[in-house]
């Protein structure tokens, strides 16, 4: 049982290039989220989705996009990064049980450096 | 809006010494309450969660909190701290009816810095 996974850990971009970060998730959670951590800021959710084909907007989620067209993974994607993108991101998973929603389990994040 | 305060940005305390993080939430009803600690390079680990009942949860490494609704704080406390206690630890607030989403409002954390 891995939890969550992510890929890749570290990425160093030009400005203008893209690439997609990939989560997994073996525990079969409904919910899964894409946050970005920057000093003093807290984490920030960027997008989420609850449930496989769904997804939706976070608190800051321009310049993003994402995919969940397996239940066990999302995607986050940059089509055309920039400086200001340069952060750790994390993806986490929860679970509903119908009458609440339980922790979030997060992945080990990835680095992400934007030139 | 919901939101969540940690007061402390960074606390040192000695190895042996007593702790308590201090977060406090601003929400209409009971929430659910978290905290996480984070390690260098590390992503978020589980401490601890209070959803009801009992305001006194205890968690894992030794660490308590204590959901306070006249005062709208969850502060997290341990009585002896250990080196290997120094992390960053996080706060973290959901609303019970929050449209079956699972979203988490989170502080900004507290780093603890561990003298020996």
């Known amino acids: 049982n891995a939890g969550v996974t992510q890929t890749p850990k570290f990425r160093v971009l030009k400005t203008g290039q893209s690439m997609t970060l990939l989560c997994a998730q073996d525990m079969n959670h409904e919910y899964m989220y894409w946050y970005r951590q920057d000093p003093g800021m807290g984490l920030r959710l960027i997008h989420y989705s609850v449930g496989e084909g769904t997804t939706a907007k976070g608190e800051v989620p321009d310049g993003y996009n994402v995919s969940r067209l397996k239940k066990q993974n999302f995607l986050l994607g940059l089509e055309s990064a920039a400086p200001s993108q340069t952060s750790v991101y994390f993806c986490?998973?929860?679970?509903?049980?119908?009458?609440?929603?339980?922790?979030?389990?997060f992945g080990p994040g990835t680095r992400l450096t934007v030139l | 809006a919901q939101s969540v305060t940690q007061p402390d940005i960074h606390i040192t305390v000695s190895e042996g010494a007593s702790l308590e993080l201090r977060c406090n939430y601003s929400?209409?009803?009971?929430?659910?309450l978290f905290w996480y600690v984070q390690s260098p390079g590390q992503g978020l680990q589980l401490l601890l969660k209070y959803f009801s009942g009992d305001t006194l949860v205890q968690g894992i490494k030794g660490f308590e909190a204590e959901f306070k609704r006249s005062q709208s704080s969850f502060n997290l406390r341990k009585p002896s701290v250990h080196w290997s206690d120094a992390a960053e630890y996080v706060c973290a607030v959901g609303a019970p009816h929050s449209g079956n989403t699972g979203k988490l409002i989170f502080g900004q954390g507290t780093t603890l810095q561990v003298k020996p």
């Open positions: 929400y209409g009803a009971t929430p659910y």
């Open positions: 986490a998973s929860s679970s509903w049980t119908g009458s609440s929603y339980n922790e979030q389990f």
